[in-house]
């Protein structure tokens, strides 16, 4: 199995367990800002931190609430959540989390914040996660890093004669 092979089998697992726990996965493998982010989620939170979960697009279920004036349970604070999924199998290599290097959390903050701009959710809040996948199962490090721990390369500039 090559690598890409295990990589996909590890963002497999991360979309199932993000979506059984109420998560809707708004994109996967998107290109912004030149890296690829793997998961890109949406979830809503209530005033306790505990996660809501939405019901599905239901138009009857829309007009019902409507019609009853009535406020469906979709209510809670949203948060887009970008998740970089790092599967290893064997343990020369370290544990997956390790290979997020503060370079890479630079590229995906400059991608978050490509994706919020493009779709106009700059109000909304953000969290980066780290879903880890290895041999024993996986690992889901929520706020796994912020926007301070990047790190962005100089541009170094020459000048010669």
Known sequence: MNTKQIG??????????????????????????????????ECYVDENGKLVKREKNNSFVKFAHKLLGISPLEKGERTIVFIEVKTRYGEEMGLPEEAVTPYKVGRYVTAAKAFLSEHRLQNDNVRFDIFAVD???????????????????????????
């Open 8 to 41: 996909d089998i590890g963002e497999s697992v991360a979309r199932r367990v993000y979506s059984e726990r109420g998560y809707t996965i708004l994109e996967t493998n998107a290109k912004y800002a030149g890296c690829e982010v793997d998961l890109i989620c």
């Open 135 to 161: 041999e024993n199962g996986y690992n889901l490090i929520e706020n796994a890093f912020t926007e301070n721990d990047a790190k962005y390369p100089k541009n170094r500039v020459s000048f010669r004669k």
